[in-house]
């Protein structure tokens, strides 16, 4: 798969990137940071663990949450962003709004992760040509009211892929270039448990669109329905074993990069996959 984002560092090995969301709601880790202070602490911790990057978000995308006006959304997150790029991290602004994205870049962030791939706010993306930062373009059918509704393909990876080509041919449209984007299939966003799995298993086919591709997989309820006990979901902080495993197989299949909760986890299963594919190139480079 393709590795090189113009703008952020060029890693041998899948980038770990360290979710907060500072958020009352998020079905992850919501409510764990009821003030900044907390967030903070917590961004640093992700960071020693072993975070490439922080992924800052104030609005829930869970199934079924409703919007957050955007000058909530900056309160929650603005002096986390301040925080944590005065601790010299590299951050991620997750919205899908251009004047959160835009004070967020302001306060030091320096990529915009938009789950809505441009779709949600037409501003957004000629925000991001404008400051000509890295640009995460999700896959995604509607907001979290309504995506559920929309979770119907013949065919997932297929419709993923010609969707994503449309939402990156739009917002290259907008100006952005397309050496700043990375794509990402959006697992549980309009998909089912089924969806889900269909796309990990055929991750390697999103090389089609020529661009890094990032997997969010971590926590999700596809996870807590698979390690399900007498038909109770496995609770949501007891999805990491499985998180881990799904970043291995995802470093594997050649993703860029992953956004997961437990980091530490994940950084490990990152530095094994590239220590074997290291050693497979040395065989295969001594065969030749
Ligand atoms: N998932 C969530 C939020 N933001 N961004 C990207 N790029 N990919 C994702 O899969 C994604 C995202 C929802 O999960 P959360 O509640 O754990 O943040």
Known sequence: MTSRVRGLPDLDRCMVMGVINVTPDSFSDGGAFPDADSAIKHGRELLAAGADLLDIGGEST???????????????VGPVVSGLAAAGAKLSIDT????????????GAVIVNDVSGGRADPALPRLVADAGVPYVVMHWRGHS?????????????????????RSVDDVCAAGVAEDQIVVDPGLGFAKNAEHNWQLLARLSELDVLGRPVLVGASRKSFLGHLLADA????SVLER?????????????????????HDVRSSADAVRVVAAVQAALHQTTGQRS
């Open 62 to 76: 869970r199934p079924g949450a409703l919007p957050v006006p955007p000058d909530e959304e900056w309160r929650r």
């Open 231 to 234: 038909g109770e979901p496995r």
């Open 96 to 107: 899908m709004h251009a004047v959160t994205a835009e004070r967020a870049l302001a306060a």
């Open 145 to 165: 009211t309504e995506m559920q509704s929309k979770a119907s393909y013949a065919d997932v990876l297929a419709e993923v892929v010609d969707e994503l080509r």
């Open 240 to 260: 990491d074993d499985a998180t881990t495993a799904i970043t291995a197989l995802a470093a594997t299949a050649g993703a860029w990069g992953v956004r997961v």
